[in-house]
């Protein structure tokens, strides 16, 4: 019997690629226009990746020198936080979470994004603040397949795998 349901925030939960596409670009541009990426470029190779791989990869790619990744992840970060505030309450998903939790199941949720933008985007879309940082776990890594996913989002939650499942 499921008893933990996980779900992946970005791409389930919420539509994040165009917020976290969007940031990037706004906070390169900010260091110099020539380090933003297409849509093209965004699609192929950074999209999903956390936002300190993506500087990496623009350092390779692009030449971004490391004395700006600081600078942009911040950036990244702030513009993202704004974008999240324009997010509206999703009823059906909230209904969907009621549900879930008086049929006694515990929800969590899994990120690459930071804390806080998990936080802000969970509060915007079920306009509660029910959610604790035991909720969900932000995890860096990219995993090879949603068995081996699953496994570590259930192992951080102390649930034996027979035991949750994972929507993404």
Known sequence: MIKLVIFDLDGVLIDSRDVHYEALNSALGYIDPKFKISRQEHLSTYDGLNTTRKLELLHLN?????????????????????????????????????????????????????????KLALLKLHHSNQWTNQSFRQYDTIFESNHERLQTYSKGFYYDLHYADTLE
């Open 62 to 118: 692009k030449g971004l020198e490391k004395q700006y990744f600081d600078t942009v992840w911040k950036l990244k970060q702030q513009y993202t936080i704004e974008l999240f505030k324009q997010y509206k309450t999703d009823p059906k998903l909230k209904a969907i979470f009621e549900w879930l939790r008086t049929e006694g199941y515990m929800i969590a949720v899994a990120s690459n994004s930071i804390r806080e933008t998990v």
